[in-house]
């Protein structure tokens, strides 16, 4: 009975959460198209540690994944392991821990709202849910294979579930395992925490116990700290450059308008928000600034300063990856702007409005995210690689060499293929400290496969498939060597992305 | 404190009347091409887009990439989205801009200021990014912005 009028009271935020778990599984496994060799190194390291409780290096059961030496932090491999058993090595099962990564942040959003009574408006809560889960910043992220949506998810519950110091505070220590960026804010996060709700009423008590299970979770990461490992990924900005990097995360041209520089991570004619949404979020910008004695929006204002950072630090300007963390604080701003608008209106008018935007957004969002991105991103998300592994896989008996000069593809052929772990790390052994010696050849053989760049010298004496894309096989190469085709691989509108040609040592070699 | 007479309203209307009259000129003296003018690369890629839609939605294909209107909405987008690009503020006046921003709009006496605002936006919308002169019919509410958030930070 009491399950039955729990459904009852919480009918529209189940129906909202369901329709998100359908927009996020739809076409899951073919878009994003093909498979990016962060994604495919999660997945195969996952495979890899299912049947050898080894990662592909064959380390046993490392904290930080070496991953061609970013040294990321694994507890998402670990998490991965469990969809890859249950559904796979496949795209989908890769992609879906994601997906109940930003469930998890909309429905905690949900409770977060309804409990601050922050919003005035009846069903401002769901609203701002319907908005976040549709939100492209949020669906581009749900739909990922990689660390950064589980990390920020972790962080975001952490810093939602502020009121329960012990849940807050394990949430917030075991992100600094799922992400790199997480490393940096779990601590900040931690602090402004304390010093708003805490530090006046309870100093220090009532979050000693909280502290102690954060700090014991962190024992991996003290012993790691003084590995190479644990620094690998700092390359700070110059200062000269740093409060430009900062403020491009407060551009509204970059968050309602542009996009990432980087292919891989944006999405054809979409920025991170609609650009509806500039509206609400000057107008909540606004009105946390006029509340900013409030404790709550105080919160809010010390989340936005502090979440950039790591992404300002980083030597990269305006990462969408690494500022995902801002995305939580900024719906929770444009929640309020709306709501502060939408009390100025009728009820009528309001209907009339939200599903007007409601429809002009999905339209948007099928247009970039289902038609435009597939296509258009199909090169940066490597879209050939699957059929150049099934063509690796139904001609066994041909030596393939692979181009890796302007990529990692050993990893998507592993991927697609389903190599044996165990064999991998036979014909692969990596010889040295796996947290330590941080070079890497990047030339790998296995089966069938050889992995470097080509070698016309010595390639040209031997029988085999020169494998890559248009500049490592170009059209006077070809000619000049009298390359035979063998296969191409064409992206959507016709191009050639892989190319494949059988050298013949009786023609050329002298 | 010294600059206490630009809180004073004449001081504002003065800014807003120059915001109006820059705009004007910007208006005037612009020779750009019309909104619904695409170059040839423009032209090959919504010809590509076209393409890319399965042939089903052929129709709808052809509102979201080749209808005037909808021509018309992403330039205008893309222009409006353009004035907003604080990358062409130095960094440091940054937080200023924000803070006096508010801080403007907190005061409902001073609105006549944001005609010159409006005025301003709306006449770079039209005209676009890509023009010589730059934005300079926004200075004025830049500068008052900037004043009001140095102003606003000193007094606490």
Request: proline letters at 6%; glycine letters at 4%; one cysteine or more.
């Amino acid at each position: 009975m009491a399950f039955y009028r729990y459904l009852k009271n919480n009918l529209l935020i189940i129906l909202v959460l369901i329709s998100g778990f359908l927009l996020y599984i739809y076409h899951l496994s073919s878009v994003p198209s093909g498979i990016y060799v962060d994604e495919a190194v999660v997945g195969y390291d996952a495979y890899s540690l299912l049947n050898t409780v080894r990662d592909h290096y064959g380390q046993v059961l490392p904290i930080y994944f070496k991953f061609f030496n970013s040294y990321t932090p694994g507890l998402f491999v670990y998490v991965e392991v469990l969809f890859v058993k249950i559904f796979g090595l496949n795209a989908f099962a890769i992609r879906l821990p994601s997906v109940f990564s930003m469930l998890s942040v909309g429905t905690a959003l949900y409770w977060f709202l309804k409990r601050e009574q922050i919003l005035s408006i009846k069903y401002m809560g769901i609203i701002s849910v319907v908005f976040f889960l549709m939100s492209p910043w949020t669906l581009f992220n749900a739909r990922l294979g990689y660390e950064t949506t589980f990390a920020f998810a972790l962080l975001s519950l952490g810093i939602l579930f502020y009121k329960k110091p012990i849940l807050s505070l394990t949430l917030l220590s075991l992100s600094t395992y799922a992400g790199f960026t997480e490393r940096y804010l779990a601590p900040l996060i931690i602090l402004i925490i304390y010093s708003i709700f805490y530090f006046k009423k309870h100093p220090l008590k009532k979050l000693s116990k909280a502290i102690i299970i954060a700090l014991i979770i962190q024992i991996p990461n003290i012993i790691f700290i003084f590995t190479p490992a644990f620094w690998v990924k700092n390359s700070f900005t110059p200062p000269s450059q740093f409060l430009e990097h900062y403020f491009s995360y407060f551009s509204p041209f970059n968050l309602f308008y542009s996009q990432d520089y980087d292919l891989q991570r944006s999405v054809p004619q979409i920025a991170v928000f609609y650009s509806w949404m500039f509206i609400p979020w000057l107008a909540g910008l606004y009105t946390i600034y006029t509340n900013k004695k409030k404790p709550f929006f105080q919160y809010l204002i010390l989340l936005m300063i502090v979440m950039p950072l790591p992404a300002a630090l980083s030597n990269v300007s305006y990462s969408t990856q690494r500022a995902l963390p801002l995305l939580l604080p900024y719906s929770i701003v444009i929640a309020v702007g709306t709501d502060k608008i939408l009390l100025h209106l009728r009820t009528s008018v309001r209907i009339m409005l939200l599903g007007s935007l409601a429809i002009f957004s999905a339209v948007l969002l099928w247009r970039s995210y289902f038609i435009l991105f597939p296509v258009e991103r199909a090169t940066a998300w490597n879209s050939g690689y699957q059929q150049l592994t099934k063509v690796i896989l139904e001609n066994p008996s041909k030596q393939f060499v692979i181009d890796n000069t302007r990529g990692i593809p050993d990893i998507l052929i592993l991927f697609w293929s389903q190599y044996s772990p165990m064999l991998y790390q036979k014909e692969n052994p990596f010889i040295g400290n796996y947290y330590s010696d941080t070079n890497l050849s990047g030339q790998v053989r296995f089966g069938n496969v050889e992995v470097r760049p080509i070698n016309w010298k010595q390639d040209l004496c031997k029988n085999e498939v020169l494998v890559g894309d248009a500049l490592a096989l170009s059209p006077d190469q070809i000619q000049e060597h009298n390359l035979k085709s063998f296969f191409d691989v064409k992206d959507n509108r016709g191009q050639i992305v892989l190319q494949g040609y059988e050298t013949d040592k009786t023609v050329k070699c002298h | 404190m010294q600059f206490k007479f630009l809180e004073k309203k004449p001081i504002l209307i003065l800014f807003s009347l120059l915001a109006i009259f820059l705009s004007v000129v910007q208006l005037v003296s612009y020779k750009g091409p019309s909104l619904l003018f695409q170059n040839e690369i423009e032209r090959i890629e919504q010809v590509q887009r076209m393409h890319d839609y399965p042939p089903q939605y052929y129709h709808v294909a052809n509102i979201i990439e080749n209808r005037p209107e909808s021509r018309l909405y992403f330039k205008l987008e893309s222009n409006f989205f353009n004035i907003f690009n604080l990358k062409l503020l130095p960094p440091i006046t940054i937080p200023f801009v924000f803070i006096g921003f508010f801080t403007l709009v907190k005061r409902n006496s001073y609105y006549y200021l944001f005609t010159g605002l409006f005025i301003s936006v709306l006449v770079l919308t039209y005209i676009g990014p890509n023009q010589p002169s730059g934005f300079y019919c926004l200075y004025p509410f830049l500068i008052i912005s900037i004043i009001y958030g140095i102003l606003s930070i000193l007094k606490k």
